[in-house]
């Protein structure tokens, strides 16, 4: 499994070339310059949903390589190679996490002002927003293909832009969450519901994986 794991980590930052840096590093200065003290959590959420955009990129450079066929292979079975694909969806969120810390950081060197409650839902939304995103749209992708993955994933953008939007324009704010985020129950209720979608959505595409593993050999063996 360390093998998978690794080649799914080394086709993630194949993703993040120049480009994706570019755009990461336009959009910051953008959230810097318009944002104020929400600079660096309103660029977290940017970078967040990339993470996610990133392992569908990652899935599409498999099929251009016909890596699939190779893999089914090799003898690992379903379980293992999903599992480890979404093992390295976990240790990707380290990025996130990161990219949370320094953006905050840049807002604070500009704006001379460090707000513990955005730092704390950046940090929160950098561990939950690539889970969410990839958990909903990797089952997709096993089942139905990439592009339908894409097309079902267009409205999470939405979403996510939505939510952003709002923050810039002042209408929510991060002290009306705190009130949420500062009891017991919310918090570990939302654990393990990100827990529960994240093993569901792993048993979905292993599924899918066999499912479709299964007729591609009915076909080549008739």
């Known amino acids: 499994m360390r093998g998978i794991i690794y080649k799914d980590l080394c086709l993630f930052f194949k993703g993040l ?12 200065v953008f959230f810097v310059a318009k944002g104020g003290v929400h600079a660096g959590m309103l660029f ?18 498999e099929e251009k390589a016909a890596w699939k066929p190779y893999q ?5 079975n379903a379980g293992t190679v999903i599992t480890g694909k979404y093992a390295a969806i976990l240790l990707t969120v380290l990025v996130s996490i990161a990219g949370a810390l320094l953006s905050n950081l840049a807002a604070f060197a500009v704006y001379r002002a460090f707000r513990p409650e955005v ?16 958990a909903f749209s990797l089952p997709f992708y096993y ?4 592009q339908i993955a894409q097309y079902i994933s267009m409205p ?3 979403l996510l832009f939505f939510f952003v939007k709002n923050f810039e324009d002042g209408l929510w704010a991060v002290t009306d969450m705190m009130p949420l985020l500062g009891s017991h129950f919310v ?3 939302g654990v393990l519901a990100l827990a529960g979608l994240f093993l569901a959505s792993l048993a979905l595409s292993a599924s899918g994986y066999c499912r479709k593993g299964g007729r591609r050999f009915a076909r080549n063996h008739l």
Request: proline share 5%; hydrophobic share 65%; charged share 10%.
């Open 17 to 28: 070339n120049k480009w994706i840096l570019l755009l990461l590093g336009g959009l910051l």
């Open 44 to 61: 977290s959420f940017a970078l967040d949903m990339m993470v996610g955009l990133l392992h569908l990129t990652a899935l599409e450079e």
């Open 72 to 76: 089914r292979t090799l003898p690992v």
């Open 119 to 134: 730092l704390g839902l950046s940090l929160l939304m950098a561990a939950v927003i690539p889970l969410l995103w990839t």
């Open 143 to 146: 089942w139905l293909g990439s």
């Open 156 to 158: 999470l953008a939405f």
């Open 187 to 189: 918090p570990l209720a």
